[in-house]
């Protein structure tokens, strides 16, 4: 048998960005630590990638996925977290160096000419977001709900149970 020089890509794309500098920013990579120290046997099917913001060559990152979950911290959560489905749209985001995820969508479809796959957002309620500044206890507490959410979804990981998710948050 010969071995293909190109990596295969797993189905599953789960993206966290933030800063770990920037206290409660770090919400995002610190979920994907979580998995991969307590959900390892999903990591078979589940691609991690982390980065201080999204940029436009992300969207690369999406082509062959069947699902993508990005994460990050957010101050507009009403509660602990938030899980919604998104949706390609340029913003004003679109033209800076950190994009919106729906951005990095808006830019996959433009170059792939094509739908990109079901993405999804798990937003981390966070508050405090100085340079220097460690996790808050409320983002601690809301990083252990969004986890447990988080593992829930990778091991449960189709597209109408995600979208059912989202309907209900």
Known sequence: ?????????KPILVFGYGNLSRGDDALG???LDHIERSSKHVL???EI???FQLQIEHALDLENRLLVLFVD??????????????????????TTHAMSPAAVLAVYQSIKKQT???????????????????????????????????????NNSDLATWRQQANNR
Do not use: R
């Not at 602990?80 to 004003?92: H, P, V």
């Not at 999804?120 to 709900?145: P, V, W």
């Open 29 to 31: 990579p610190l979920l």
């Open 1 to 9: 048998m010969v071995e293909s020089s190109e990596k295969m890509l």
């Open 116 to 154: 990109p796959p079901p993405c999804f957002l798990l937003s981390i309620k966070g508050e405090q977001f100085e340079l220097g500044e460690g996790l808050s206890a409320n983002a601690q507490h809301h990083l252990t709900q969004a986890s447990q959410f988080a593992e829930q979804l990778l």
């Open 44 to 46: 078979d099917s589940v």
């Open 73 to 94: 911290a957010s101050v507009s959560c009403q509660q602990a977290f938030d899980f919604a489905e998104l949706e390609a749209a340029k913003d004003k985001s679109y």
């Open 49 to 51: 990638l982390s980065d």
